[in-house]
């Protein structure tokens, strides 16, 4: 059995869906999409086992963004058992617009009244039976984050599918308009549609969608196409905006019978701390406190379990030499140790900074703060030509850029679309972040790491707004769209939300260490190896002696280079690829950084590993998500110039000065 849960952003669908399915959960992306794809199962009372997906949240169903088609063609196509449609009652006037639409598709719906609590500060009293009634929906009140009304849930999806013909709600528009959708309708049922109900497809030609225009004008007649224009232009003027006009109509007589509206025009607790937090002088500042203070924590936190990790590898390699030395060949030991070990226990000590940045930016977005942060960065981000959304997807960028480009498609044209893909690889992701703090704690005393993080964003920052204005002005020419976002109330963090969020982003490091890079790492030991023996004499040291004379200007030694080769693959492999190289374990890697390699040297390296051409799984997304090689080929030039530019500035500087 099959249950969709559908809502608008920010409505804490969830909340719900963690609540109802735990950990039973599978994450990945709808078939020939780059949207995030949540499944997940739960059991009801009767001991059924039901299926629930939890489509993109969007503002409506119309064909404008690719989280529209996926949600309207999934009901449409799976046709599920029913809907659960999670609404914001501090906001029921903006949500039930969705509603309407979802009664549209003709499946069951139960709604969940959610964010009761937030309501009830906004000053807005809700009859839940009398709104059940106007809606003709079987409706529940919830605060999904603290687990309120799920057992009321349960037992209304049990009478829900129970009486499945039930529960398609009362909404419809003015007699005029659904005599004209009749009409329409009467034209449409002689045509197969791909089991498309032609009421809701009436609708759609009505709102002007542009997809179910191309599909009616596909399918029908070329005199039954002429006769729907001419119904359309004749009976119907008002266009698109009048039905939008009818929902809020139907809409308000709905609240007008279930909602009372208590002490409004107060200005809420929520709205006075954003006084502060998004004013024009105090917004930026409190924005870098926020972000200072997230390193520091990270920084505070991570060098103990990081520690801890890096002893439990230690401890295996020195059983595999005790009791497999005697036993295998001194090539094959080593391999295991130098090579497997070594590279998988670098990667793996670096699970706790991953972790907590997750954790810590997973609290950021649940309690409302990146909002904020997107309203705040807007007035500095419009001139040089990113909208205030486009920070939303750099904040992603900080954890992977490939999720943070494909964020980009909510942008509202293409410009500002592919303006965000090409600055996005310049954010630091969690991957260069682990390499970041390697170098950063071998070159810099642990007193000035937090400032030495937060300098490095900081340039990273500074770099998107210069390519930004260079793109703007030179290349991507085009007026500026006036900038909305909603601006959710405060909540309190749910502890659940968070730890799954930053699982989930955590679990994808955790895969790729134990294979990818244990198989890189054991390719690189091998390489290094072979034929002679050792590092000078191997396949790899041949290579990197043959490319030394491209490093030398910005102070790198083959080593250094194949290190940078090995991370376009994967950022994280970086690391791995200097502990074999540099014959250190996860545990002496920077002491042995310190040593072996000169500190103009060391920060040349930092500094070009940190901006030059993004790892190969974020090419790949930047030509499918910009659709173009030239765009591609583009992103790498310009960011392999970029390093190599401030690679040498930083060396030579670093030289003069020492």
Same mark, same amino acid.
């Given at each position: 059995?099959?249950?969709?849960?559908?809502?608008?952003?920010?409505?804490?669908?969830?909340?719900?869906?963690?609540?109802?399915?735990?950990?039973?959960?599978?994450?990945?992306?709808?078939?020939?999409?780059?949207? *995030? +794809?949540?499944?997940?199962?739960?059991?009801?009372?009767?001991?059924?086992?039901?299926?629930?997906?939890?489509? !993109?949240?969007?503002?409506?169903?119309?064909?404008?963004?690719?989280?529209?088609?996926?949600?309207?063609?999934?009901?449409?196509?799976?046709?599920?058992?029913?809907?659960? &449609?999670?609404?914001?009652?501090?906001?029921?006037?903006?949500?039930?617009?969705?509603?309407?639409?979802?009664?549209?598709?003709? $499946?069951?719906?139960?709604?969940?009244?959610?964010?009761?609590?937030?309501?009830?500060?906004?000053?807005?009293?809700?009859?839940? !039976?009398?709104?059940?009634?106007?809606?003709?929906?079987?409706?529940?009140?919830?605060?999904?984050? =603290?687990? &309120?009304?799920?057992? *009321?849930?349960?037992?209304?999806?049990?009478?829900?599918?129970? @009486?499945?013909?039930?529960?398609?709600?009362?909404?419809?528009?003015?007699?005029?308009? *659904?005599?004209?959708?009749?009409?329409?309708?009467?034209?449409?049922?002689?045509?197969?549609?791909?089991?498309?109900?032609?009421?809701?497809?009436?609708?759609?030609?009505?709102?002007?969608?542009?997809?179910?225009?191309?599909?009616?004008?596909?399918? /029908?007649?070329?005199?039954?196409?002429?006769?729907?224009?001419?119904?359309?232009?004749?009976?119907?003027?008002?266009?698109?905006?009048?039905?939008?006009?009818? $929902?809020?109509?139907?809409?308000?007589?709905?609240?007008?019978?279930?909602?009372?509206?208590?002490?409004?025009?107060?200005?809420?607790?929520?709205?006075?701390?954003?006084?502060?937090?998004?004013?024009?002088?105090?917004?930026?500042?409190?924005?870098?406190?926020?972000? @200072?203070?997230?390193?520091?924590?990270?920084?505070?936190?991570?060098?103990?379990?990081?520690?801890?990790?890096?002893?439990?590898?230690?401890?295996?390699?020195?059983?595999?030499?005790?009791?497999?030395?005697?036993?295998?060949?001194?090539?094959? %030991?080593?391999?295991?140790?130098?090579?497997?070990?070594?590279?998988?226990?670098?990667?793996?000590?670096?699970?706790?900074?991953?972790?907590?940045?997750?954790?810590?930016?997973?609290?950021?977005?649940?309690?409302?703060?990146?909002?904020?942060?997107?309203?705040?960065?807007? =007035?500095?981000?419009?001139?040089?030509?990113?909208?205030?959304?486009?920070?939303?997807?750099?904040?992603?960028?900080?954890?992977? &850029?490939?999720?943070?480009?494909?964020?980009?498609?909510?942008?509202? &044209?293409?410009?500002?679309?592919?303006?965000?893909?090409?600055?996005?690889?310049?954010?630091?992701?969690?991957?260069?972040?682990?390499?970041?703090?390697?170098?950063?704690?071998?070159?810099? $005393?642990? +007193?000035?790491?937090?400032?030495?993080?937060?300098?490095?964003?900081? %340039?990273?920052?500074?770099?998107?707004?210069?390519?930004?204005?260079?793109?703007?002005?030179?290349?991507? +020419?085009?007026?500026?769209?006036?900038?909305?976002?909603?601006?959710?109330?405060?909540?309190?963090?749910?502890?659940?939300?968070?730890?799954?969020?930053?699982?989930?982003?955590?679990?994808?490091?955790?895969?790729?260490?134990?294979?990818?890079?244990?198989?890189?790492?054991?390719?690189?030991?091998?390489?290094?190896?072979?034929?002679?023996?050792?590092?000078?004499?191997?396949?790899?040291?041949?290579?990197?002696?043959?490319?030394?004379?491209?490093? =030398?200007?910005?102070?790198?030694?083959?080593?250094?280079?194949?290190?940078?080769?090995?991370?376009?693959?994967?950022?994280?492999?970086?690391?791995?690829?200097?502990? /074999?190289?540099?014959?250190?374990?996860?545990?002496?890697?920077?002491?042995?950084?310190?040593?072996?390699?000169?500190?103009?040297?060391?920060?040349?390296?930092?500094?070009?590993?940190?901006?030059?051409?993004?790892?190969?799984?974020?090419?790949?997304?930047? =030509?499918?998500?910009?659709?173009?090689? +030239?765009?591609?080929?583009? @992103?790498?030039?310009?960011?392999?110039?970029? @390093?190599?530019?401030?690679?040498?500035?930083?060396?030579?500087?670093?030289?003069?000065?020492?």
């Amino acid at each position: 059995m099959i249950l969709a849960l559908a809502g608008q952003p920010n409505v804490g669908k969830s909340s719900v869906f963690n609540t109802l399915t735990g950990m039973q959960q599978h994450v990945g992306n709808w078939p020939g999409k780059t949207v *995030e +794809k949540k499944e997940g199962l739960f059991t009801l009372s009767d001991g059924r086992r039901i299926s629930l997906i939890d489509l !993109p949240g969007t503002y409506s169903l119309t064909s404008n963004t690719i989280e529209e088609i996926i949600t309207r063609d999934f009901i449409l196509q799976t046709r599920p058992d029913a809907i659960i &449609n999670v609404v914001d009652t501090s906001n029921l006037e903006r949500n039930l617009y969705l509603t309407t639409e979802l009664l549209d598709l003709g $499946r069951p719906v139960v709604m969940i009244l959610n964010m009761m609590d937030l309501a009830d500060q906004k000053g807005y009293s809700i009859d839940a !039976p009398a709104l059940s009634e106007a809606l003709g929906l079987p409706v529940i009140t919830a605060v999904a984050s =603290r687990k &309120n009304g799920l057992n *009321e849930l349960y037992s209304s999806l049990d009478n829900l599918i129970a @009486a499945s013909d039930k529960h398609r709600g009362n909404f419809c528009f003015s007699p005029p308009v *659904e005599q004209v959708i009749a009409n329409i309708g009467e034209r449409l049922q002689h045509y197969s549609f791909e089991g498309h109900p032609v009421r809701w497809l009436a609708i759609k030609l009505l709102e002007d969608d542009a997809q179910i225009k191309g599909l009616v004008a596909a399918t /029908v007649s070329e005199s039954d196409l002429a006769a729907l224009q001419a119904e359309i232009s004749q009976h119907f003027p008002g266009g698109p905006s009048s039905l939008a006009e009818e $929902r809020y109509r139907w809409i308000n007589s709905v609240l007008d019978a279930a909602v009372r509206r208590e002490g409004l025009g107060k200005i809420s607790a929520s709205d006075r701390v954003d006084l502060v937090l998004t004013s024009r002088w105090l917004g930026v500042p409190i924005l870098l406190a926020v972000l @200072a203070g997230v390193f520091l924590l990270i920084f505070k936190l991570s060098p103990p379990l990081q520690e801890l990790i890096g002893g439990l590898f230690s401890w295996l390699s020195h059983l595999i030499q005790v009791y497999l030395g005697p036993v295998l060949p001194n090539w094959l %030991v080593r391999l295991l140790t130098d090579g497997v070990l070594a590279g998988v226990g670098t990667a793996m000590s670096f699970v706790p900074l991953i972790l907590i940045t997750f954790t810590l930016f997973g609290l950021l977005e649940d309690v409302g703060y990146f909002a904020r942060a997107a309203f705040v960065m807007d =007035r500095w981000l419009g001139p040089l030509g990113l909208p205030g959304k486009a920070f939303i997807s750099l904040l992603m960028g900080y954890g992977c &850029n490939v999720p943070a480009i494909m964020a980009a498609r909510t942008a509202e &044209n293409e410009r500002d679309r592919l303006l965000t893909i090409l600055v996005t690889p310049l954010t630091i992701c969690s991957a260069r972040q682990v390499v970041a703090v390697a170098l950063i704690g071998a070159f810099f $005393r642990p +007193k000035f790491a937090p400032w030495v993080m937060l300098g490095l964003y900081l %340039v990273g920052f500074a770099l998107i707004c210069l390519v930004s204005f260079v793109l703007k002005n030179m290349v991507l +020419k085009a007026e500026r769209n006036p900038f909305f976002i909603e601006l959710p109330m405060y909540r309190l963090p749910n502890l659940t939300n968070i730890i799954t969020y930053a699982w989930h982003k955590t679990r994808g490091y955790l895969q790729r260490a134990a294979t990818y890079i244990a198989a890189v790492s054991a390719l690189l030991w091998v390489l290094s190896y072979f034929p002679g023996g050792s590092i000078d004499h191997s396949i790899i040291g041949t290579i990197g002696h043959w490319i030394e004379p491209v490093g =030398r200007p910005f102070g790198f030694d083959w080593r250094l280079l194949v290190a940078l080769l090995s991370g376009f693959a994967a950022k994280e492999t970086t690391l791995a690829t200097l502990g /074999v190289l540099y014959h250190a374990n996860e545990s002496s890697i920077g002491a042995v950084l310190t040593s072996s390699i000169p500190f103009a040297s060391g920060l040349s390296f930092f500094v070009f590993s940190m901006f030059y051409i993004p790892c190969l799984v974020t090419v790949l997304t930047i =030509r499918q998500e910009s659709g173009s090689r +030239k765009w591609t080929a583009f @992103a790498l030039a310009y960011t392999l110039l970029l @390093a190599a530019l401030l690679s040498l500035i930083v060396y030579h500087l670093a030289l003069a000065l020492s």
